[in-house]
Each structure stands twice: as structure tokens, then as C-alpha cells.
């Protein structure tokens, strides 16, 4: 990735993590619940997305019907945002507070979305403290994702296994499981369902009929709910409109968009350059009003 776009990824993150901070000092969101375990082997990888999966009720034989939701349940603020950085898929951050933070790139896929988030949460889970970035930990990061979205118990006993490719039951798995047909395969792989002979057979084949970039079966995915939520909770309990948050901030409309993923409200006034309205002045001038 080039520096330019590193810098400004890092940016979007610190921004994203003050409103966050904002958002904390003034609302009561979800507790912080996510595990961390350290990891060593590929088995304690394993065992950290189950651990993970169990702790928030998500057993072990069945699919995540709502990714981001599963997320945002346990206490990470998740923010989807489209095009502010081309190369950049997610990433992830822990905010001054200690809040954990995922950001994701509106320019994928549904499947590709879905295992962004799951490798982010697999950096928050298992590599507290460590550095990332290198192709260990996001090997690691990867595995966590394929485990926790297809936990081995679940999906052993359903993929198929024939000596033939079955693309029409490979699809309906993957419409149940809400993952990629390549993440499905190297899944199977890892948890020898396949050989590596038919591994290659499985990936060739993909690679032909051009589905290495555009799969067939993709689902659409509902965004992040508590960003909006808040938002709204601002609006109608304290009166903190749209403008409001973004002069307490000391953002502008635009900005303030960026940082929620969340279009500015029609038929508002432009902003004022330097203009910054502390919010408990705001509040204190509404309350005499």
C-alpha cells in the first residue's frame, strides 16, 4: 500500500475513534465483550474463534446470519465506508478508551465483506499487543476468519464431498454459510475434507470461469446499526442535530459524513469555517431556551 494511503487510513481511524470516544462519554453503548486469547499454533486459532463463538451464544454448527451485527453485540463500533481508500479492504484499531473499532470498504462483495469483518475481529481476539501487518498475522487473521465464520463441527458435516465438482450444492452452502465459494474451498482444505490434488482442481476451475474476482450467488449485507442508532438517540433525546455534532466536533458536514458513513441531512445550512459549539453549551442554551 502506498504511504499516501496508509497516512490517510490511519486518519479516518483516529477521527472515527474521537467520535467514537464522543459517542461513549455520552450514551450507553454495548460493553466491550470480545475474548482475547494468544495464539501459537493453528490449533489454538481454532479453539480462539470457538471460544469466541460460544461466548457469544453463536454455537458450533451453524451459520452467522448478520456478521456486522455479531460485531456491534459485542461492543465494537463498526463504521462501512465507500471509496476513501481504493486498496484498503478493512481495518481495525482500538480507540483511546480502549474501544475496539472496525472499519470496512463498501467496494466489496457481500462474501468478501463478511470475511473482512471476521479477519478484523480475528486481529482484536488474537493479537492483543501485537504488531500486525506481516504475512504471519495475517496468515493467523485469516484462519481465525475461516473458523469462526465455518466452525469446524458445523461445517465438516456439510460440505459435500463427491469426486466431482458439485458448483449447484456448493452454492446453496454457500447462500447458508455467507461466504465465498474460494473461502469454502480453502476451508475444506485446511480441515482435510479435500486434497490438495483437488484443492488445485477446485481453485483452477474457479480461476476459468472467471470467478476469481466475481462470484456467482453473492447476497447483499445489512450495514452497521449502532452508529445510526446513536446518531438518532442524539437527535431526539438531546437535540443534537446533524450540524450540532459536527461543530462540536470541530468537523465539517462533510467530514462528519466520512467518519460515520452516513449522508448529511438535506435542506441544512452550510458550515461555518471555525465555528466550534462546545456540546455542553449547546445543551445548557437549548435547556434555557
Known sequence: MAVAEK??????STLFAEFVDFLDRHLDLPPDNV??????????????????RMKWGLGLDRPIDNMIRSLENAGVMVLMVEGYVAKVDAFSAIGPTGRKLVVLNRKDSG?????????????????????????????QAD????????????????????????????????ARWRVS???????????????AVQYQRFYKAISAKG?????PGEFPITGPEVVHAALAVLQTRMNLGFDDLASTLSVSRQKLSEITGIDAPDGQPPDEPGKVVSFVAAKEARRRA
Open 111 to 139: 462474501s468478501r465483506t463478511v470475511f473482512n469483518a471476521a479477519h478484523e475481529l480475528g486481529h482484536l481476539v488474537i493479537h492483543e499487543g501485537v504488531e500486525t501487518g506481516d504475512r504471519e498475522t495475517e496468515r
Open 211 to 215: 470467478w476469481r474476482k466475481a462470484e
Open 35 to 52: 475474548p482475547t486469547r494468544a495464539v501459537n499454533a493453528v490449533e489454538d486459532i481454532e479453539r480462539a474463534a470457538e471460544a469466541c
Open 181 to 195: 465459494l474460494q473461502a469454502m474451498v480453502r476451508r475444506a482444505y485446511d480441515l482435510a475434507l479435500i486434497s
Open 7 to 12: 497516512n490517510k487510513a490511519l486518519a479516518h
Open 143 to 174: 484462519r481465525f476468519a475461516s473458523a469462526y465464520l465455518m466452525p469446524r463441527a458445523g461445517f465438516v458435516k456439510e460440505f459435500p464431498r463427491t469426486s466431482r465438482i458439485n458448483w449447484t450444492a456448493l452454492l446453496k452452502l454457500k
